[in-house]
Nanobody, 120 residues
């Protein structure tokens, strides 16, 4: 069982930055692929970024809409995954959820989410 708790959301002006954190319980955090997803009002949840272990290194994937602006990283010693968000746009406004899975793409555990609001 893995429990995920997000933090770091808030209100920011367009062009600003925020860093989201996702603290995970469990002893095998390093074995899990980790991801960030978001859901805006009236829209479906969408993939934002993920990080997974491939061939002795961690590999990151990003949605096209955030490439070059967002960076996902993890600190296995702290059981935490981060999402650094720069050059924020009003369309980035959403509830951001952290997810974990043994297999990339099979997201078994979800956090409760943290609200990010970007004003124009």
């Amino acid at each position: 069982q893995v429990q995920l708790v997000e933090s770091g959301g808030g209100l920011v002006q367009a062009g600003g930055s925020l860093r989201l954190s996702c603290a995970a319980s469990g002893r095998t955090f390093s074995n899990y692929a980790m991801g960030w997803f978001r859901q805006a009002p009236g829209k479906e949840r969408e993939f934002v970024a993920s990080i997974r272990w491939i061939s002795s290194t961690y590999y990151a994937d990003y949605a096209d809409s955030v490439k070059g602006r967002f960076t996902i990283s993890r600190d296995n010693a702290k059981n935490t995954v981060y999402l650094q968000m720069n050059s924020l746009k009003p369309e980035d406004t959403a509830v951001y959820h952290c997810a974990a899975g043994r297999t990339f793409g099979s997201w078994t555990y979800w956090g409760q989410g943290t609200q990010v609001t970007v004003s124009s």
